[in-house]
């Protein structure tokens, strides 16, 4: 008696997932093209900022032997020496004071704006919206004359730090409004509406719920804004002079003063880049947040 032999018949509910062909790469993998890439980025990005960190650690004479070596020995009198400066700690409390100031009035007078753009519904918002839109255009080198008409003879504010945080402000609103603008958008129009029953109004909902909400964008724009102030180098060359000069100034000065220093120049480029990295490191996770909030918005 010959045995029946049946063929199993393919279960319909069970999916049939077909087999990764050998070859074919993982979409979210990275190939040694990307990394080569990223490692090529990351030394052309720090490979200065080391150069001159490390030369701060040398003496005039190793450079002039070696401008790509090591140091040896380590030397720390260059930076003893820049630590110890009076004019290095002015300019420090210059650069913070104009920075804390500028950044203050963009986030402001950023979510003032943004507020009513993103919230409010009227005639011609969106060209309003426009007109902040083409101020990232607008750069700050094309109004340097009128700029310091404005703040030395109307205003009376030259070479004083409010008047270098007001231009400042002013060319960092346009980014803060954008940036802010759809996270006051994501905000559901039901708390507003829930607001308006319980008898709060367009204020005090800015106030009490608008404003928490939007944390993660006014800490994005502040970053910003106090880092950009930090750095910036056209307008406190264009309206401040003697003590009031921030670092950027400073090492401007220093590298001119002490051109033979190549050393003491390396030392405090360091020692004035360090403030400004050390707070862009420590927010840029709430500054990848803030941004990806804003795109989503």
Not at 20 to 33: E, L, N
Not at 95 to 116: C, E, H, N, R, W
Not at 189 to 216: K, M
């Amino acid at each position: 008696m010959s045995a029946v032999t049946t063929t199993p018949r393919p279960n319909p509910d069970k999916a049939v997932t077909p087999k990764r062909r050998r070859g074919k790469r993982d979409g979210h993998a990275a190939g040694p093209f990307v990394y080569f890439m990223a490692i090529l980025l990351v030394c052309v990005t720090l490979g200065p900022v080391m150069f001159a960190v490390l030369g701060g650690f040398r003496t005039n004479a190793q450079l002039a032997e070696s401008p790509a070596g090591l140091p040896d020995p380590w030397v720390l009198d260059n930076y003893i020496r820049v630590i110890t400066s009076e004019n290095f700690w002015i300019y420090t409390m210059n650069s913070t004071i104009v920075a804390v100031l500028t950044t203050a009035m963009v986030v402001i007078f950023g979510m003032m704006a943004a507020y009513p753009l993103a919230r409010f519904k009227f005639k011609y918002r969106e060209q309003i919206f426009m007109i902040f839109v083409a101020g990232l255009l607008f750069p700050a080198t094309v109004a340097v004359i009128p700029l310091f008409i404005l703040i030395t003879k109307d205003l009376g504010l030259g070479n004083s730090w409010m008047g270098l945080a007001l231009p400042q402000a002013a060319f960092a609103l346009p980014m803060t409004i954008v940036i802010l603008r759809p996270f006051l958008q994501a905000i559901p129009n039901e708390l507003e509406e829930a607001a308006n029953l319980d008898g709060t109004g367009r204020i005090g909902f800015f106030w009490r719920i608008v404003l928490p909400l939007s944390g993660p964008g006014m800490v994005t724009t502040g970053v910003l804004a106090f880092v950009g102030s930090w750095n910036a180098y056209l307008l406190p060359l264009l309206l401040l002079q003697g003590d009031m000069k921030t670092l950027p100034l400073g090492v401007a000065d220093f590298s001119s003063q002490y051109s033979s220093d190549q050393a003491g120049v390396f030392a405090f480029t360091t020692l004035s880049m360090i403030p400004a990295l050390i707070f862009f490191l420590a927010m840029q996770n709430k500054i990848v947040n803030g941004l990806q909030g804003a795109v989503k918005g």
